[in-house]
């Protein structure tokens, strides 16, 4: 088992910056690749930023590039999300999500993710 726990969530104005943090704990060897995935109202949830460690690649959606950057601290199991430049459609609750050991085809898909975190909230005013 995997437990993920998101935090730094938080209400910001429309261009406003937040950092999320994912720290994991339990099995974590099991994951190589976690990922951040968002679910605004009445929406469904879309991957947003990934990072798989054993090669150090990351990914992120169109959307977002340029403004997300996913990193993890070296030797920690903490994975974190930098968002910049937010906009108020951008208002969703945000996921950390790890793979269940199996590899993942798409690291952006929520296929082949199989812990997630509580979620942490993300409010843009405009």
């Known amino acids: 088992q995997v437990q993920l726990v998101e935090s730094g969530g938080g209400s910001v104005q429309a261009g406003g910056s937040l950092r999320l943090s994912c720290a994991r704990s339990?099995?974590?060897?099991?994951?190589?690749?976690l990922g951040w995935f968002r679910q605004p109202p009445g929406k469904e949830r879309e991957g947003v930023a990934a990072?798989?460690?054993?090669?150090?690649?990351?990914y992120d959606t169109n959307s977002v590039k340029g403004r997300f950057t996913i990193s993890q601290e070296s030797g920690k199991n903490t994975v974190y999300l930098l968002i910049n430049s937010l906009a108020h459609e951008e208002t969703a609750v945000y996921y950390c999500?790890?793979?269940?050991?199996?590899?993942?085809?798409?690291?952006?898909?929520?296929?082949?993710?199989?812990?997630w975190g509580q979620g942490a909230r993300v409010t843009v005013s405009s």
């Open positions: 999500a790890a793979e269940g050991g199996g590899g993942l085809y798409n690291p952006l898909s929520e296929w082949g993710y199989t812990y």
């Open positions: 339990g099995y974590t060897y099991i994951s190589n690749c």
């Open positions: 990072i798989c460690t054993d090669h150090g690649n990351t």
